[in-house]
């Protein structure tokens, strides 16, 4: 089976532009989350959806941060504009249900600002 | 309140070696208590998860030992092998999705 696929892998870009990070969840799956991981401050949840809504977003960081879930099968974080602080491994996650807790994580996209 | 207490930050052991994570909350209503195990390039993975309710749970060579009273968990891995050598994390949650991890533990085991 597939598992969540992330793209773009690696991400360059220069501060100001418009990144674009793209998630297909496993097949089924009800819930979709977004984290950042950094050096400093490890994993954080930055929002999470069910059943396509989004649900919590407390974590997203300001309003240059938004994410879509248009589908069950596909989901977007977008900065914009970005800054080199948002530099980090990206990560979607997504899990077939509450009750069984387990969050599968896709490959992640390494965002560099500069 | 809502933190994840996880030491040691790196840890190198000799293959077959017991390497120990622990991992301490403050929040009582946490009741869910995962390990995830992650590679380099790679995303976190589930590794093994226990709920409150029991003291140790064993799945192949990997325990979580949790102590309610003291609010603390740890992981142990029996006959670490060089292929274990990964990032460890904690995390816990109260019944939602909205997991707080540990900051990690870099786990290098040596042949």
């Known amino acids: 089976d597939a598992g969540v696929i992330q793209s773009p892998r690696h991400e360059v870009t220069e501060m100001g532009q418009e990144v674009t990070l793209r998630c297909k969840p496993i097949?089924?799956?009800?819930?979709l989350f977004w984290y950042r991981q950094t050096m400093m401050r490890g994993l954080e949840l930055l929002i999470y959806?069910?059943?396509?809504?989004?649900?919590?977003d407390s974590g997203m960081p300001e309003d240059r941060f938004s994410a879509k879930m248009p589908n069950a099968s596909f989901s977007t974080l977008k900065i914009q504009p970005s800054e080199p602080r948002d530099s980090a491994v990206y990560f979607c996650a997504s899990s077939p249900s509450r009750s069984t807790g387990e969050l599968f994580f896709g490959e992640g996209s390494r965002l560099t600002v500069l | 309140q809502q933190q994840v207490k996880q030491s040691p930050q790196s840890l190198i052991v000799q293959k077959g070696g017991i390497p120990i994570i622990n991992c301490a909350y403050e929040n009582t209503a946490f009741d869910y208590f995962p390990w995830y195990q992650q590679f380099p390039g790679k995303g976190p993975a589930l590794l093994i998860a226990?709920?409150?309710?029991?003291s140790e749970k064993k799945e192949g060579r990997f325990t979580i030992s949790f102590n309610k009273s003291a609010k603390q968990f740890s992981l142990h891995i029996m006959d670490s092998q060089p292929g274990d050598s990964a990032t460890y994390f904690c995390a816990a949650t109260s019944g939602t999705y909205k997991y707080i991890f540990g900051t990690g533990t870099r786990l290098k085991v040596l042949a």
């Open positions: 226990i709920r409150p309710d029991v």
């Open positions: 097949s089924g799956h009800d819930y």
């Open positions: 959806f069910n059943n396509n809504v989004p649900i919590d």
